[in-house]
């Protein structure tokens, strides 16, 4: 699946001569039909007056609160060869001599200005616009332009990768801001308008609806909670906003799915409103963003899972992991728990616990609503710092019957080890081989992953892996170490 952002160089449009850059839609517009002697039956509507007005009341309102960002970036571009100069190179004067007439060579690298177009909103009246990070992502100049066309320089406040928000100021008083909603109220069905600068043409509003809430493992982000929605959504559109029936903020548009094509497939995605205002007041206050910390590697629990653990339903996030000296084992949680609420708030699925914590403040206190062994029991934790993020290793024996039919192992040597990054004292065998058309390959299993438990018993070598799998049902709970870290998988 390829994933497209909104910001663009400029490019030559197709028959408008627009460029390929900017902010926002499709127009959407709401009519009316009449005639000189209409039927009786047949009342003109007042375009001031009701649903036959449309969204044009609330498109007045919100167009001036969505303005357009200009960035330019310089990069360095190699240049052509210089006349009467050789290059030196021993092999290149051997054939040719010393002579260097006619030759071009190789200059220093010219600088070329690369411009880009996207969009942003207007958040408070002295000049804050939050916009995407990829949109002012290394650019040496970023200027605003307003819907009544005035222009501004404006200056990076600051900007969360992770999170793809940025925050912009400009030198302006009494602007029009954007009325902010509430994400977490936003339902499927829930009309949704779009609205800014598409291919560089002019402000453009779309109209669709919400198809999807709480989108999330789409690599795009590398914290995803986004809003998926039908109203058209095209290059430039990054930093826009989506916005409800009512002109309230609900998300700012980042992203569309493109099958090999620059145009809107009808499926974008925007960012929660409630997590961008999160991290716009962190960089406004901070400069930076910091997340809270609770050092556990965190599962969806499949129904095969559930049923491995005991468990009821598949809501919930299974602690695959614990980190050591992390506020989670220091709190006592286990590898194995379910996590089924934080502070009272339902926890759905592994995104929703991460994106949950992450919103949180360092040393925060959580209350934590754990399943452990078939029992609920409260937990209370103290969260960290987000530490900076590492990752990393790469990759035969007998091979597993039964639901792991087509997984060769073997033991754990002091070689296999250094590949993979572990030390050799390891506990459990190492996946040689995964058939990619068996069932613990659909179920994640790697070449390279350590398998230290089978049906929750330990095995340290391919014998007691072997004696794990005897009389085992065609259902098998792996908890597997991967890069340093485990999780379990359900073959």
């Known amino acids: 699946m390829n994933y497209q952002r909104f910001w663009r160089r400029p490019q030559a449009a197709l028959l408008a001569g627009a460029l390929a850059v900017g902010i926002g839609g499709v127009g959407f517009a709401a009519g009316h039909f009449g005639s000189a002697n209409p039927p009786a039956i047949l009342r003109l509507a007042n375009p001031n007056e009701g649903p036959a007005a449309g969204f044009a009341p609330v498109v007045r309102k919100v167009l001036p609160e969505v303005v357009s960002v200009s960035s330019t970036k310089i990069s360095k571009i190699p240049t052509q060869f210089g006349e009467g100069q050789l290059p030196d190179d021993p092999l290149f004067r051997q054939f040719f001599g010393n002579s260097n007439r006619g030759f071009n060579v190789p200059q220093q690298p010219q600088e070329q200005r690369e411009r880009g177009l996207g969009s942003g909103v207007i958040m408070t009246p002295d000049g804050y616009i939050m916009t995407n990070n990829h949109v002012v992502d290394g650019a040496s100049q970023?200027?605003?332009?307003?819907?009544?066309?005035?222009?501004?320089?404006?200056?990076?406040?600051?900007?969360?990768?992770?999170a793809d928000i940025a925050v912009l100021k400009i030198d302006a008083n009494d602007l029009p801001c954007i009325t902010v909603g509430d994400s977490s109220k936003v339902q499927v069905g829930d009309y949704a308008l779009a609205i800014g600068n598409p291919f560089g043409v002019g402000e453009t509003v779309t109209m669709g609806i919400v198809s999807a809430t709480h989108r999330s493992n789409l690599g795009i982000e590398q914290y995803e909670n986004f809003i998926q929605t039908d109203a058209p959504i095209n290059p430039g559109n990054s930093g826009g906003a989506l916005v409800?029936?009512?002109?309230?903020?609900i998300g700012i548009n980042t992203a569309i799915i493109a099958h090999g094509s620059e145009g809107n497939q009808g499926i974008g995605f925007a960012i929660p409103v409630n997590m961008a205002r999160n991290v716009m007041e962190q960089l406004v206050k901070y400069g930076k963003v910091t997340r809270a910390y609770l050092g556990i590697i965190p599962q969806d629990v499949t129904p095969a899972m559930a049923k491995a653990f005991g468990a009821n339903e598949t809501s919930g996030a299974l602690v695959g992991d614990v980190s050591p000296n992390s506020p989670a084992q220091q709190a006592g949680l286990q590898r194995g728990d379910i996590i089924l609420d934080v502070n009272g708030q339902p926890v759905t699925n592994s995104n929703d616990l991460r994106m949950t914590i992450s919103m949180m403040q360092p040393n925060a206190e959580v209350n934590l609503k754990v399943v452990r062994n078939g029992a609920q029991r409260d937990v209370a934790v103290r969260l960290g710092e987000l530490p900076t993020e590492t990752a990393s290793a790469k990759p035969e024996g007998p091979q597993a019957n039964g639901s792991l039919n087509g997984v060769n192992v073997q033991n754990i040597t002091p070689q296999s080890a250094q590949d993979l990054g572990i030390s050799s004292n390891t506990p459990g065998v190492v996946v040689t081989n995964v058939d990619p058309a068996s069932k613990a390959a659909d179920a994640g299993l790697r070449q390279g992953d350590v398998i230290q438990?089978?049906?929750?018993?330990?095995?340290?070598?391919?014998?007691?892996?072997?004696?794990?799998?005897?009389?085992?049902?065609?259902?098998?709970?792996?908890?597997?170490?991967?890069?340093?870290?485990?999780?379990?998988?359900?073959?």
């Open 453 to 491: 438990e089978v049906n929750h018993k330990p095995v340290k070598n391919t014998s007691e892996f072997e004696q794990a799998l005897r009389g085992s049902s065609q259902e098998n709970l792996l908890l597997v170490n991967r890069n340093g870290s485990t999780l379990y998988l359900a073959v």
């Open 142 to 162: 970023v200027q605003v332009t307003l819907s009544d066309k005035r222009q501004f320089d404006a200056k990076v406040i600051g900007a969360d990768p992770k």
């Open 244 to 249: 409800n029936d009512r002109g309230e903020l």
